[in-house]
């Protein structure tokens, strides 16, 4: 069964650095998502994607956080200059349609740890 | 208000038990519907689709009442393998999903 892949599991990194969150969505989506969710907290949108472009965004996705498809196959979440309270669990989602119509399919996550 | 409330629980129920969560959202305008369960720091999975008329699989039955803005996740005869948070999931107009808190279920034996 298609899954959605998410590297690394676990990111550890210092305040203010950079950080490249990578997932590879299933093959023939169309549509993707990058969710948050601090421990113990509910899932929060961040952003969709569709058609090399941000579709939609919440307010949490400030100046801070850029999204790419580099390529066929891989999506990345960039957080620019990472705060204590960036810490949480990042999870990518693909589906082959809009979000109306269609179910979400969620990759891991990455466990994202700002000391 | 919350786009989607969630009552948190506990539930905890013996095995066999029927259980039912419910689950209100705020926008009228909302449009598709879901429940996800998610394990212990995992990540959500779609349990199943909302349809306006309610829909069954297995022993799962969703409801959905457009106008008292309220979702319901019904679990017939509970399995061990049923305890996990179970999340309400709605979608707003435009391409993005909101989550309930959700209801943790554990399912004793």
């Known amino acids: 069964e298609p899954e959605v892949t998410q590297t690394p599991s676990h990111q550890v990194t210092q305040m203010g650095q950079e950080v490249i969150l990578r997932c590879v969505p299933i093959?023939?989506?169309?549509?993707f998502y990058w969710y948050r969710q601090i421990l113990g907290q509910k899932v929060e949108f961040l952003v969709s994607?569709?058609?090399?472009?941000?579709?939609?965004k919440s307010e949490i996705f400030d100046d801070q956080f850029s999204v790419e498809r580099p390529d066929g196959s891989n999506f990345t979440l960039k957080i620019r200059s990472t705060k204590l309270e960036d810490s949480a669990m990042y999870f990518c989602?693909?589906?082959?349609?809009?979000?109306?119509?269609?179910?979400?399919?969620f990759g891991p996550g990455t466990r994202l740890t700002v000391t | 208000r919350k786009e989607v409330e969630q009552d948190p629980g506990p539930f905890n129920v013996p095995e066999g038990a029927t259980v039912a969560f419910n689950c209100t959202y705020s926008?009228?305008?909302?449009?598709?519907f879901f429940w996800y369960r998610q394990d212990c720091r995992k990540e959500p999975k779609l349990l199943m689709s909302?349809?306006?008329s309610g829909n069954e699989d297995g022993r799962f039955t969703a409801q959905l009442n457009r106008a008292s803005q309220y979702i319901s996740l019904l679990i017939r005869d509970s399995k061990l393998s049923d305890s996990a948070t179970y999340l309400c999931?709605?979608?707003?107009?435009?391409?993005?999903?909101?989550f309930g808190t959700g209801t943790s279920l554990t399912v004793i034996p």
């Open positions: 989602a693909s589906s082959d349609r809009l979000a109306v119509q269609g179910e979400q399919y």
């Open positions: 093959s023939n989506h169309l549509y």
């Open positions: 994607f569709y058609n090399n472009e941000i579709s939609e």
């Open positions: 926008n009228s305008a909302s449009q598709s």
């Open positions: 909302v349809y306006s």
């Open positions: 999931v709605v979608n707003r107009p435009g391409n993005q999903f909101y």
